[in-house]
């Protein structure tokens, strides 16, 4: 009698681990992995000469695959997202330029492929600074990704974001920083940044 009480307990313990297991991380592993690139329908035109979704090379920039180590190796995931979630689980979409191109009415939340060409892909896990999915649209510009870097208070007085000045040398006059090889990729990684290749329509 008392042994039934303990092998339904344990049984118990056992489903109540067992499910969550098997729904929030088998059932996601196994219909995640073996994604495949999806073609474009005949007539769907895509700038670039791009047939299939994701490719990478729609927005390949540089160096950016050694920017994406640098961007590992600097932490940068400890306050930037990857990610933009769907409505029903948050207001990403909601928050100027996060899901992409706005000016083409055309912006949209993370799908599972579009990590597809990353080895690993730096999602995070909580945002002290904005998700950064599409900053290579809203930070376009070269001079200001770097000052972002070495300076940020010089663009938002009350930022939050340390100084990366470790990436910068100076120059041998002492007039300005130049950016070591680790920041040109971290920038030219950073200005690759845009998750909203346009999905392939249905049908
Ligand atoms: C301690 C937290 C922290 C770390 C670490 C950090 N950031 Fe930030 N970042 C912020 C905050 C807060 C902001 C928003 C304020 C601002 O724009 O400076 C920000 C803003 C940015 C922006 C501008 C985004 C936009 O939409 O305007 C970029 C780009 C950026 N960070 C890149 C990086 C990179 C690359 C790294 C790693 C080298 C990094 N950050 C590390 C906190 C951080």
Not at 135 to 150: A, Q, W
Request: proline share 7%.
């Amino acid at each position: 009698m008392k042994f039934d009480r303990f092998a339904k307990l344990i049984a118990g313990l056992s489903l109540a681990f067992a499910l969550p297991w098997i729904f929030l991380v088998m059932v996601p592993f196994i219909t995640g992995s073996n994604l495949e690139a999806l073609p474009y329908p005949e007539g769907q035109d895509i700038d670039g000469g791009v047939t299939a979704y994701p490719d990478k090379a729609l927005y390949q920039y540089g160096s950016s695959d050694y920017g994406r180590q640098v961007y590992a190796a600097e932490g940068c995931a400890y306050c930037h997202t990857q990610v933009i979630r769907p409505t029903y689980a948050g207001a990403d979409m909601w928050r100027k330029g996060w899901g992409g191109r706005e000016e083409d009415g055309f912006a949209r939340e993370t799908q599972a492929r579009d990590y597809l060409q990353e080895e690993i892909a730096p999602l995070g896990y909580q945002r002290i600074g904005p998700d950064l999915s599409n900053v290579g649209h809203r930070i376009t510009d070269r001079d200001l990704m770097h000052r972002h870097l070495f300076d940020p208070t010089s663009i938002d007085r009350d930022s939050g974001m340390p100084a990366f000045l470790h990436l910068y040398d100076e120059a041998p006059d002492g007039s300005k920083l130049v950016p070591n090889k680790k920041a040109e990729a971290l920038v030219d990684y950073l200005l690759s940044l845009k998750k909203d290749q346009p999905l392939p329509s249905k049908g």
